[in-house]
């Protein structure tokens, strides 16, 4: 964004009130991306209470090194939750990802969540993608969550070489096909031995995660996963 734009839309956020993105309802100065009531009513996962064993830890099994997953809420295309991802995705709101990010570690950090993971790898765009939507929706996530549990970012450990196609109307092996070998390493880190968070809005079949934790360790010794998300789609 350019200063100019950066400057009107501060700007209109000053003089329009902030809406609730699930219901439309204007927020209090206490309320963040979602009021009160829609936060009431999410339907949170709780996996963070069973972090090792929970349905979105058993789809990383066998597939690589897991350790801990957990979502937020599960998600629903279409529903009235999935418009805090269609806020963060599609309609230029990087804040929700960064502020969404933030309550999700608060929630979950009193679980111990957090214990023992190193760093955090936001699962990243192609270069295309991240030019057309001037962000990657899981970084911002990750900015929220590492302002509250200060755990460092590496957002070039690995880059998305490319986009085959699109994944909505796939099922879960066409998916895995689909992902594999889009992501290779970028810069090189010492993540050897390290306990790494990978990051994604939304987790459906896992396939993404799966891909570019399977490029991480084939590149590196001895890596242990855990899986974060705003979204876990039910199915
Ligand atoms: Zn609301």
């Not at 339907?43 to 209470?49: E, H, I, Q, Y």
């Not at 590492?146 to 755990?151: A, D, M, P, R, S």
């Not at 992902?179 to 987790?203: A, T």
Request: positive net charge.
């Amino acid at each position: 964004m350019s200063i100019f734009i950066e400057y009107i839309v501060r700007l209109l956020n000053f003089i329009a009130p902030k809406q609730c993105v699930v219901c439309g309802k204007r927020l209090t100065i206490s309320e963040d991306v979602i009021c009160a009531v829609c936060n009431l009513h999410m339907p949170r996962t709780l996996f963070s209470k069973n972090p090792y064993e929970n349905k979105m830890a058993k789809l990383f099994w066998g597939q690589i090194k897991i350790e801990k997953a957990a979502a937020l809420f599960f998600y629903e295309p279409h529903s009235e939750m999935s418009r805090i991802i269609l806020s963060l995705k599609y309609f230029n709101h990087p804040e929700t990802g960064e502020l969404m990010g933030r309550m999700l570690a608060e929630e979950i950090r009193q679980d111990g969540f957090f214990d023992g993971i190193d760093l955090i790898i936001p699962i990243p765009l192609t270069k295309k993608r991240q030019r057309e939507r001037g962000y990657n929706q899981s970084m911002e996530i990750a900015r929220g969550i590492n302002e509250i549990t200060k755990i460092k970012i590496v957002g070039n450990a690995v880059k998305r070489k490319s986009f085959k196609q699109s994944q909505t109307k796939m099922n879960r092996w066409q998916r895995q096909d689909n992902v594999k070998d889009v992501f290779s390493i970028d810069k090189e880190h010492d993540l050897d031995g390290k306990h790494i968070l990978l990051i994604d809005d939304v987790v459906t079949s896992g396939s993404t995660i799966i891909s570019c934790a399977q490029k991480i360790s084939a590149h590196y010794n001895n890596i242990k996963f855990s899986v974060l998300s705003l979204g876990f789609t039910k199915n």
